[in-house]
């Protein structure tokens, strides 16, 4: 069966000043699909999810989502596309000043006109699907780190994203928490067929949740494809990163 | 396309139950169906739900008082996802009610006593590792104080002799032309030389350092709090307060008086031009005069004065650099009531002055 793509980059080039970061990046990813970046640390992982997303205008190259070449795109059109895209920062980047409810509730208030029942509603839908049905009119600083990560993710997921970016998710929290987070993951996959582009390091989590593997190496893509064959690809980097996993 | 229909007290969901179409739907079954009684939902003919379309299925079985129990034939996807989706009753944080008047009043006035009470703690220990810190070098880094001089004093130049010179220079035309109307012109020495040295060199000097350098402590030691050096400094059997305020301390004290001699001397600089040039003041004339007017007492006051203003700078800033919570904005809120707080002490401190030394 001939899969989706939901997200494809052509010859991504990106430099921090001289340094090139990201080079000559092509990938694909499909709907419906955990699709795992993987890499030692500043081998360019976050530059390429921040360069997907625009955050960082790359040196060259195309990125396209939904089929649509992004970088073309004047900032509404490409605001519509983020619209349909929920992003999960490395340390939540909460607004800190307000409640967690109303961080929930700005997607919400700001790009639907659903009213003020619903809204309540599915922000305390979305608090209670990672569990801070307690911590719902508590400030971010009065919240752990792990609890302001999941409270980046029902707000990363108010407006039923299509795909959703996770930068590190799993940095930080407890195993358990942490496979609760993949468990919700695996459901908004087979649930709402959302796709999902993940940066991380953890082992037990990639095994959990993956079900493509991008490899980077020093801003090169070593390997693309799914879980097993990464783990069988016979590319001496990739092979060492699942053996040294096993110990 | 969703639609909505009922027979029988069953309500007829069809189509797609999501986020870009449920305000329409919830419209829609307010419109047709607000008063019908409702006792079940029928979900057969759902394509699609998400988190949104569970939100309008339970805020529809809410409002009749229903439970899950009451959907029924949806296909085994689409009763997963409401599975998955569905808000647990009673478990939902209170909203916090805001307190009444008195018991803010109350707990403000209290916070107000505990602040000027660990202000004091702050300060006099801050005083004590000062002092002995003269003697004892330990526990600071090497450097730090001639470091903290430079950032404190030495930067601070250029802007303390700017506003100086147009403070001066104000004062020189505001009040030298009125004395002109009196003949008294030869009286703008001693009326500068007075209201500078006394009361606008020291005040000025410590109103831009309080912005300027008292700003730069505050949100320098709550940084270091918020991202736990303050902690680390501890971990590591070091005196925060030692290591960090002492030395912005010394340094403070020992520039402060040369800012505001600086400061008076543009200032006077910046009378004596408009003097000479335009009041017909002789320059003899008006440096023996302002000399002369002053009295060894005048010289000790501003000294006494300028280091108290120093130390609630230095005090005022650490105080809220240390008792910062919160991340990033804790900083700025920081930063923001240590430059209101020290102008006003200050500009206090100058008052009860003025009433001690008339």
């Not at chain 2, 030495?154 to 802007?159: K, R, Y």
């Not at chain 2, 730069?216 to 059997?237: F, R």
């Not at chain 2, 912005?248 to 000479?276: E, N, Q, R, Y």
Request: glycine share 8%; proline share 2%.
């Amino acid at each position: 069966m001939k899969k989706d793509i939901i997200i494809k980059t052509t010859d991504l080039v990106a430099k921090y000043g001289d340094n090139i970061v990201l080079d000559g990046i092509s990938v694909e990813m499909y709907k419906g699909e955990v699709t795992v970046i993987l890499g030692t640390s500043g081998c360019g992982k976050t530059t390429l999810l921040k360069n997907i997303l625009r955050m960082y205008q790359p040196f060259s190259g195309k990125v396209e989502i939904f089929g649509e070449e992004v970088l073309n795109l004047d900032d509404d059109q490409f605001n519509e596309i983020l619209k349909r895209t929920g992003m999960l920062f490395q340390n939540g980047a909460l607004l800190n000043s307000i409640t967690v409810y109303d961080n929930v509730a700005i997607p919400l208030e700001q790009h639907t006109n659903l009213t003020r029942e619903i809204i309540d509603r599915i922000i305390k839908t979305k608090l209670h699907l990672v569990n801070l049905d307690h911590a719902v009119y508590l400030t971010p600083s009065e919240l752990s780190g792990g609890m302001k990560k999941r409270a980046a993710l029902a707000r990363a997921l108010a407006l039923e994203p299509e795909i959703l970016f996770c930068d590190e998710p799993s940095a930080g929290l407890d195993p358990v928490t942490s496979a609760d987070l993949d468990k919700l993951i695996i459901n908004l996959k087979n649930q709402l067929n959302m796709s999902m582009v993940i940066v991380t390091h953890e082992l037990a989590s990639i095994h959990r949740i993956a079900d493509r593997i991008i490899y980077l190496h020093k801003g090169k893509l070593l390997f693309a494809g799914t879980l097993d064959q990464a783990k069988k690809s016979g590319i001496p980097q990739v092979e060492e990163f699942f053996e040294i996993g096993s110990f | 396309m969703s639609k909505l229909s009922i027979k029988d007290q069953t309500l007829n969901i069809s189509g797609k139950i999501v986020i870009a179409n449920i305000t329409v739907l919830l419209k829609d079954f307010d419109h047709k169906f607000g008063k019908e009684k409702i006792s079940k939902l029928n979900l057969k003919d759902v394509e699609e739900i998400d988190g949104a379309g569970v939100s309008f299925i339970e805020t529809i079985l809410d409002r009749n008082k229903l439970t899950s129990e009451s959907l029924e034939n949806g296909n085994p996807t689409i009763m997963k996802t409401i599975e998955i989706f569905k808000t647990i009753k009673g478990e939902s944080a209170v909203k916090p009610v805001p307190d009444n008047i008195f018991v803010k009043t109350g707990d403000n006035f209290l916070s107000f006593i505990k602040q000027i009470v660990d202000g004091l703690y702050l300060a006099s220990d801050t005083i004590w590792w000062s002092i002995t810190g003269i003697v004892n070098k330990k526990g600071r880094r090497k450097g730090s104080v001639t470091e903290q001089a430079i950032a404190i004093g030495l930067d601070a130049l250029p802007i303390v002799a700017l506003l100086s010179f147009v403070i001066g220079f104000i004062l020189t035309l505001q009040s030298g032309f009125q004395l002109q109307k009196f003949g008294a012109n030869v009286y703008i020495a001693d009326l500068l030389s007075i209201s500078i040295v006394r009361e606008m060199g020291p005040l000025i000097t410590a109103i831009i350092i309080a912005g300027r350098s008292g700003s730069a402590i505050a949100s320098e030691i709550a940084t270091m709090k918020v991202t736990e050096e303050i902690d680390a400094l501890k971990m590591m059997a070091l005196n925060p307060i030692k290591y960090v305020i002492v030395p912005k301390f010394h340094a403070i004290t020992l520039t402060m008086p040369i800012l505001v001699a600086f400061s008076i001397l543009i200032s006077m600089g910046a009378g004596l031009l408009i003097s000479v040039g335009f009041l017909d003041v002789a320059l003899e004339v008006y440096i023996s005069r302002s000399i002369n007017i002053l009295a060894v007492k005048d010289i000790i006051i501003t000294l006494i004065k300028t280091i108290t203003f120093s130390w609630l700078i230095v005090i005022i800033g650490a105080y809220y650099g240390m008792k910062v919570t919160g991340g990033a904005e804790g900083v700025g809120k920081a930063t923001t009531s240590s430059v209101v707080t020290s102008i006003f002490a200050v500009i206090l401190a100058d008052a009860a002055f003025s009433l001690i030394y008339l």
